[in-house]
């Protein structure tokens, strides 16, 4: 099963090797990891996919508590809860200007930052899957660069992770 | 007054009543043993090797109630601590190391003698710190000392790089410590406890499995308790020894690979498991599909939740510091005015012993020819009144130890369980020794793990501490020799011990004592007359059968059930 796993933690150089070693050393897979400070500067949220058995899935909650420096962890998977990731894509502007290409783009709600020489620089926010999704139908033929930042998450209405 | 950061971390140490620090100088702790020159409240152990210094440490917290503190510098320094380290950090000890790192400007340049201490250490510390600001230096070692030993304990790392050492700060040694984000369990859930008690009155064939938990939190004697008043059998792992007086009549022994008959039956075909302090382990289970193919409730204590369900279903989690756990248990259980159906037990008790009748208690067969590496374990039991802190290296000798030498007290078989460390043994008597100055110590050895600290015989030598050691010299890396025979062939793979030294001279060039015992009928004397000599190192080197196998033996990837006796083969 895919989980998404939202943390807390001491926003401290070196936090994020012990997250990221814990997952290679217990041999847990990691889908995406992403990290950022919070509104309170002390802290870092960080948003991990990863999949795994019920039983695996408990020993990650588990073993991600058990580090000293993280603070709270939910498994958002377990509720209601939103999932968005940014990808920006690069395309050729020639690729960009066919009516096919505009349709596709506007049905997944992408936003041309850029135009310049011969690329057209799109950006997309939308789950991963959704995401996943867009490249499959414009085909890796048309794309000349790609970026996604990984997946962020947040519960649902009053479901919130917060010290 | 302004201090240094050395003189900060020496007075944290004081301030933390460290009476030993095992280590080690070099370059990047110059300050450090600068400000440790100048004071005489914290004694320095000088060891041979940073390996030892931690083993060393390691041996002096888990023969008391005490952190272990080890001091070395960058680089090798770190890195040969790094084994000690992952020693303790696999048998939950808690523990202080002190690392010099290279001037916070150099670091990063590649510098002379320079390590990502933090980085190597990080899957084998409890937590660790690099220290930054001079300003930091008594905070984190307040909450090092903290962390090692709250909650479940460990190894904990204060890397400080050497310019940090010699900055200069006021010196507040904080009263309370305040992490946020850890905040270790106390209590159990009392909702859990009292299920737990159900389960475990209408139990028609219970177990209780103690682990080396149950001798970290200082709970023997509620375990000891709740034994007696439950009329249960116990077993305690090789981390329990101890747990649970092994002369005691409920005391089925140790269980899983080399355990006994009995309690490895016992646990496989239990109907209510309650697990202590203990994690599943494999040694301690063997093969988890075979174990989980008899059903049966399983009710789990332990302070770290992640130990809980890891390798097996657990029906009843209770997460706690056990000693404030079983007392809650023992006063659930007593406000219950229950006790378990004596007749249902009689009826467990009366297949309990049939299972040891089968096994045969543990038994080997003597001779008068050659000595047998478990008549000098049973020797040592009783020439030491089974009062003595026996230390341990790793293979057939601890294995040996660890059935033949019955532990009624904890804390007193230092051994490295978990992740197995040869060389072990005798620096962690060191540790044991001092904070035990008038105990009897002894280092249960082999000729090949002694071969891997033996360089502190030195120490031993310039401290004065009268430790035995019984090297059980049977020419092979025993164990490996064992796995060769059953499982590769008779393919005796480099485990054959050539040119091995004269361990009476080494002794005596050392300047200890040594003797080699080479007839069965020498062993007791020898024993005898060792533990004798109060003040001495005595090193006895004992030629034993090299053919000699440990039994019972449940071989690795099978089940309990599946256990083999001496004479199945």
Same mark, same amino acid.
């Given at each position: 099963m895919r989980h998404i796993i939202s943390l807390l933690m001491e926003n401290e150089a070196g936090a994020l090797s012990r997250v990221a070693g814990l997952f290679s050393a217990r041999g847990y897979n990691i889908e995406s990891l992403a990290v950022a400070p919070t509104e309170d500067p002390t802290l870092s949220r960080m948003t991990i996919v990863t999949r795994g058995s019920d039983a695996i899935i408990e020993q990650i909650n588990k073993q991600l508590n058990k580090l000293i420096d993280v603070a709270a962890v939910m498994d958002l998977s377990e509720?209601?809860?939103?999932?968005?990731?940014?990808?920006?894509?690069?395309?050729? %502007?020639?690729?960009?200007?066919? #009516?096919e290409f505009k349709r596709v783009m506007n049905d997944f709600q992408g936003r041309v930052l850029d135009v310049a020489g011969g690329a057209c620089t799109i950006e997309f926010t939308d789950t991963c899957a959704r995401l996943d999704e867009f490249l499959q139908v414009i085909g890796r033929d048309q794309i000349l660069e790609t970026v996604r930042t990984g997946a962020s998450g947040i519960g649902c209405g009053e479901r919130i992770l917060k010290l | 007054? $302004?201090?240094?950061?050395? #003189?900060?971390?020496?007075?944290?140490?004081? $301030?933390? #009543?460290?009476?030993?620090?095992?280590?080690?100088p070099g370059g990047a702790v110059l300050y450090i043993y600068d400000a440790l020159f100048q004071q005489e409240t914290v004694k320095h152990i000088l060891v041979r090797h940073e390996q030892a210094a931690v083993h060393a440490a390691d041996g002096y917290a888990r023969s008391s109630e005490k952190v272990g503190v080890a001091l070395v510098t960058s680089g090798p320094g770190i890195t040969n601590a790094v084994t000690g380290i992952a020693t303790a950090y696999m048998d939950s000890i808690p523990m202080v190391i002190i690392s010099g790192q290279v001037p916070s400007f150099a670091i990063g340049e590649d510098a002379f003698q320079e390590v990502d201490a933090v980085g190597i250490t990080r899957p084998? *510390?409890?937590?660790?710190?690099?220290?930054?600001?001079v300003k930091d230096i008594a905070t984190t070692i307040k909450e090092a000392f903290y962390l090692a030993k709250s909650g479940r304990p460990g190894p904990v790392l204060v890397d400080i790089p050497k310019d940090i050492s010699n900055h200069k700060t006021e010196f507040v040694y904080p009263d309370t410590v305040n992490i946020r984000s850890y905040n270790p369990v106390g209590k159990g859930d009392s909702a859990e406890i009292k299920r737990a008690v159900q389960m475990l009155l209408e139990a028609k064939r219970p177990m209780v499995y103690a682990g080396g938990g149950v001798v970290l939190s200082g709970a023997a004697a509620q375990l000891t308790e709740l034994v007696r008043l439950l009329e249960f059998p116990c077993t305690n792992t090789l981390m329990g020894?101890?747990?649970?007086? %092994?002369?005691?009549k409920q005391f089925v022994g140790m269980p899983?690979?080399?355990?006994t008959y009995e309690a490895c039956m016992a646990m496989q075909h239990c109907d209510v498991l309650i697990a202590i302090g203990a994690r599943f382990d494999d040694r301690v289970i063997g093969n988890v599909e075979h174990f989980a193919q008899v059903p049966r409730k399983i009710i789990h204590l332990d302070i770290d939740p992640s130990s809980i369900a890891k390798r097996v279903k657990v029906d009843v989690p209770i997460v706690g510091e056990l000693k404030l756990v079983l007392n809650q248990l023992l006063a659930e259980l007593r406000n219950s005015m229950q006790r378990p159906d004596a007749a249902v037990l009689a009826e467990w008790w009366k297949q309990i012993d049939e299972w040891r009748v089968k096994g045969g208690g543990l038994s080997y067969k003597n001779s008068t020819e050659i000595i047998k590496p478990q008549f000098v374990i049973e020797k040592l039991y009783e020439i030491t009144g089974g009062d003595a802190f026996v230390t341990s290296d790793v293979g057939q000798h601890q294995m040996w130890a660890a059935q033949y030498y019955k532990f009624d007290k904890p804390r007193r078989w230092i051994n490295s369980g978990g992740l197995g460390t040869m060389g072990f043994g005798l620096p962690a008597a060191m540790g044991v020794q001092l904070i035990n100055p008038d105990a009897t110590v002894a280092?249960?050895?082999?000729?090949?793990? &002694?071969?891997? /600290?033996?360089?502190?015989?030195?120490?031993?030598?310039?401290?004065?501490?009268? &430790?035995? *050691?019984?090297?059980? /010299?049977?020419?092979?890396?025993?164990?490996?020799?064992q796995w060769q025979q059953f499982f590769h062939g008779n393919r005796y793979s480099e485990s054959y011990m050539d040119a091995l030294p004269d361990f009476v001279k080494l002794a005596e060039a050392y300047g200890h004592i040594g003797v080699r015992v080479e007839k069965p009928s020498d062993v007791e004397p020898a024993i005898k007359e060792a533990f004798a000599r109060k003040n001495d190192l005595v090193f006895m080197d004992f030629k034993t059968d090299p053919t000699e196998n440990v039994f019972p033996m449940v071989p690795g990837g099978k089940g309990l059930s599946e256990v083999i006796l001496a004479e199945d083969l």
């Open positions: 509720g209601k809860h939103f999932e968005r990731e940014l990808m920006l894509v690069k395309v050729s %502007a020639e690729a960009a200007t066919r #009516e | 007054m $302004e201090l240094t950061g050395a #003189e900060i971390a020496i007075r944290c140490l004081q $301030e933390e #009543e460290v009476e030993y620090v095992f280590g080690y084998c *510390v409890k937590h660790n710190f690099l220290v930054k600001d020894l101890g747990g649970y007086p %092994a002369t005691d899983g690979m080399h355990g280092c249960v050895t082999g000729e090949g793990s &002694i071969q891997m /600290n033996i360089q502190e015989l030195s120490t031993c030598k310039q401290f004065h501490l009268p &430790i035995k *050691v019984l090297s059980l /010299n049977n020419r092979y890396l025993g164990m490996v020799r």
